[in-house]
């Protein structure tokens, strides 16, 4: 007798208000209750709250639920210091002053390392940088909505596709933030507003930087209206429509200094956004692998040369890694510009084995690893064949360290340092380095 397959009814989500009491918080800023033996992620809540909320999601391991509100708050709730904060799903931790964001953030990074690396270290000192507006890059979303016929211009809502009007940002460098009124405008003003994707705004050294993108080409009067404010406004104009390659319309190319090299950028290229705590990363990168001037030093996922570059300056020689080709050129050019014969740099494919490239036939003495979010699951596990006695891993996700880490040590290499980078404060974002040694 055949069996007919009948699918379980999903049981209607509960979605009445109740009270709970939030425990603690995890590596993402997020408050945790507990509710029939269940844990519950709500965010904006804070240890030892009492709070209302509303359920959004339900599973049969964990539940999500909406803060409506704070009943008892902790002793550390602040108030936010951007109008848009309730809404705007860009920063989730500014009802926490700077000092108990961290304090959260290194107690989240130690958890994760007992739990995941099974490892316990103190943390070294925590770089930190105070100045309000750090971030040098950002991307707003632009939509034209026509029943309206108005443009939506700044960052999506939490948990939303819809999108917060943003006339400044609190953390955005103030010189991008000056350039917002004129760059609104005028786009609100263009024929095919429809046209437009999103805005990007990047600081360099040497000039601030406007990328529009479109789905499709501007009209030529709106690219004519842009192109003046942008030459008024005495900034750097790329233009990105549809399927064409990039173009600088106006200006020039921009590029950072720091950790003692000049390094060339384009707006799509990945540079960190707070330059002041990048240096100081880049410095303490630097101390802990503990260069010497005979040093053969591999970083891998070296993208624009961050690392690469202010390495050579005191190693014998520098191998740079990275999967994207047009970064490798990108990375030779800023090495020629510095003026560094000592750094050679590579296209590979970084989730495998490249011990057997024929530039890793004479080993390494350290290595420096800084991945993206995925981390270096693949290349992690062959560091041991490469030679190096020390390597340092900078990490943007904590999770995939701790991860990765494993790999490490089951390699034989023991971790002496763990410390953290608040590079994106006022977020949940946590930027971390390790030390491990063999």
């Not at 209302?52 to 339900?58: F, S």
């Not at 000056?178 to 005028?186: K, N, T």
């Not at 994106?424 to 971390?432: R, Y």
Request: glycine residues 6%; aromatic residues 8%; hydrophobic residues 40%.
């Amino acid at each position: 007798m055949a069996r007919i397959f009948q699918a379980k009814k999903k049981t209607p989500l509960n979605t009445k208000h109740f009270e709970v009491n939030v425990d603690k918080i995890d590596h993402h800023g997020t408050g945790i209750a507990f509710h029939n033996r269940k844990p519950v992620f709500i965010e904006g809540a804070l240890p030892q709250e009492q709070v209302l909320i509303q359920l959004v999601e339900e599973k049969s391991k964990f539940a999500k639920a909406k803060l409506i509100k704070v009943l008892k708050p902790s002793e550390k709730r602040i108030e936010p210091f951007c109008p848009h904060y309730a809404q705007c799903g860009g920063c989730n931790m500014q009802h926490l002053a700077s000092a108990d964001q961290r304090e959260y953030k290194a107690q989240a990074l130690i958890g994760l390392f007992k739990k995941i690396a099974k490892q316990e270290l103190v943390l070294s000192d925590v770089i930190v940088d105070d100045t309000p507006d750090y971030r040098r890059r950002v991307r707003f979303s632009v939509f034209w909505d026509k029943k309206r016929q108005q443009l939506n211009f700044g960052f999506r809502k939490k948990q939303s596709k819809q999108i917060v009007d943003i006339d400044a940002c609190p953390i955005l460098a103030r010189e991008l933030n000056h350039l917002l009124p004129q760059i609104q405008s005028c786009l609100t003003s263009f024929k095919n507003p429809d046209r437009l994707g999103h805005v990007e705004l990047v600081q360099g050294d040497n000039t601030n930087i406007v990328l529009v993108r479109t789905i499709k080409a501007l009209a030529q009067e709106d690219r004519d209206q842009l192109t003046e404010v942008c030459e008024s406004l005495d900034v750097t104009l790329y233009l990105h429509q549809g399927d064409e390659p990039l173009e600088r319309a106006i200006g020039e190319s921009g590029y950072y200094q720091e950790a003692g090299a000049k390094i060339p950028f384009e707006p799509v290229n990945f540079i960190q956004v707070n330059k002041k705590v990048n240096e100081k990363m880049v410095g303490q990168a630097l101390d802990w692998l503990d260069l010497k001037s005979t040093d053969r030093v591999l970083d891998l996922f070296c993208g624009l040369g961050n690392f690469s570059l202010p390495i050579a300056k005191q190693a014998d020689s520098v191998v740079g890694v990275e999967g994207v080709q047009s970064m490798v050129d990108k990375a030779k050019a800023n090495a020629e510009l510095n003026r560094l014969d000592n750094v050679e740099f590579y296209q590979a494919n970084l989730e495998r084995d490249v011990s057997d490239k024929a530039w890793a036939e004479k080993q390494f003495d350290k290595v420096l690893l800084d991945p993206a979010r995925a981390g270096a699951m693949g290349i992690v596990d062959h560091i041991a064949k490469l030679g190096a006695q020390r390597v340092v891993y900078v990490s943007c996700n904590p999770a995939t360290l701790a991860r990765d880490s494993q790999s490490l040590l089951a390699q034989g290499f023991t971790m002496t340092r763990l410390g953290m980078l608040d590079m994106f404060p006022h977020t949940s974002h946590l930027e971390s380095m390790a030390l491990f040694e063999r």
